[in-house]
């Protein structure tokens, strides 16, 4: 069993920066691919960000291409989200997921092979 809980969550002005963090309770963190989804209000989740077991590899929507990056420690069990750059339309619940399916790097990430969902965190954007 893993526990992913988030934070960094917050309100930020167009422009603006936030480094989003999951820590993850349990001893296999890097059996995991990593990654971070979002939830726009009215819409559906989405996949942001992909990392793989040792951190050498990242994928990315292309709606944050070049704006966001994604990056794990594995000896703290924390995977990050650094965003800059951030727009409105970037505002969305920010969910950590833990995919441990096996069947290796996928990317994007397909949310019905995620084993492990984060309760979210908030970030708003204004303009």
């Known amino acids: 069993q893993v526990q992913l809980v988030e934070s960094g969550g917050g309100l930020v002005q167009a422009g603006g920066s936030l480094r989003l963090s999951c820590v993850a309770s349990?001893?296999?963190?890097?059996?995991?691919?990593m990654g971070w989804f979002r939830q726009a209000p009215g819409k559906e989740r989405e996949f942001v960000a992909g990392v793989s077991w040792s951190g050498s590899t990242t994928y990315y929507a292309d709606s944050v291409k070049g704006r966001f990056t994604v990056s794990r420690d594995n000896a703290k069990n924390t995977v990050y989200l650094r965003m800059t750059s951030l727009k409105p339309e970037d505002t969305a619940v920010y969910f950590c997921?833990?995919?441990?399916?096996?069947?290796?790097?996928?990317?994007?990430?397909?949310?019905?092979?995620?084993?492990?969902w984060g309760k979210g965190t908030l970030v708003t954007v204004s303009s």
């Open positions: 349990g001893r296999t963190f890097n059996d995991y691919i």
């Open positions: 997921a833990a995919d441990g399916s096996g069947t290796g790097w996928r990317m994007p990430l397909r949310q019905d092979l995620i084993n492990y």
